[in-house]
């Protein structure tokens, strides 16, 4: 059997809206002031970007940080929640030649909670978030988990992502991975464009 891993967030979902509202939630409820969305989307994806520190000013999330995230996460993360153009199709091409799963570094409830809102949800046959490995992406804990739990060998999987981390936890897994732009980051070079090129990308790589 093939496994694709796929990330979520500006890969799979637009959740921009429901990050960036979330974040200067907490922002000001700390006394910060909110940040512009592009802004705060671009250091979400930064591989070495220590986030609690960044955003709110401490070296690790604090439990009354934590709260109020998940506080207005949870009641806001459908919000203006939409798939992006193309990977409804993607997925239903896909799901009967591979094993679909999900790896984000968003809480694995509300993800399933926001796949299962835009309609794919029960493609996956995982979805594992932050809250299931000590070591979130870039760390290759969760890519290594899933191929683990499905017993498939890293040859005979794949990642797709928008971020670096995705990309750095993949290689460090011995993973292949594709980089793509429609997400949150702006990359320069090595990305592909279009969910079209994704595919046969996919099919590309398995074929025997």
């Known amino acids: 059997m093939r496994l694709i891993m796929f990330d979520m967030d500006g890969t799979l979902i637009d959740s921009g809206f429901a990050i960036t509202n979330t974040i200067n939630y907490v922002r000001e409820n700390l006394g910060f002031e909110r940040l512009e969305k592009n802004y705060i989307l671009e250091k979400v994806n930064e591989p070495h970007l220590n986030s609690s520190e960044f955003f709110y000013g401490t070296k690790e999330f604090t439990e009354q940080q934590t709260k109020l995230f998940e506080?207005?996460?949870n009641e806001h993360c459908l919000t203006d929640l939409v798939l992006y153009d193309g990977i409804a199709k993607l997925i239903d091409d896909l799901k009967d030649d591979?094993?679909?799963?999900?790896a984000t570094n968003a809480n694995s409830q509300y993800a399933k909670k926001m796949?299962?809102?835009?309609g794919i949800g029960a493609n996956f046959s995982t979805i594992l978030g932050y809250d299931s490995v000590t070591n979130p992406k870039p760390h290759p804990e969760m890519?290594?988990?899933i191929l683990n739990k499905h017993s498939i060998t890293n040859i005979n999987a794949q990642m797709i992502g928008d971020s670096h981390k995705d990309i750095l936890a993949a290689n460090s897994a011995g993973v292949d991975s594709v980089l793509v732009n429609w997400g949150f980051s702006n990359h320069e070079e090595g990305a592909i464009e279009t969910i079209e090129e994704l595919?046969?990308?996919i099919y590309q790589k398995f074929k025997q």
């Open 71 to 73: 506080e207005y996460y």
């Open 98 to 102: 591979f094993i679909l799963t999900v």
């Open 115 to 118: 796949l299962d809102h835009v």
């Open 143 to 145: 890519v290594n988990k």
């Open 199 to 201: 595919e046969s990308k």
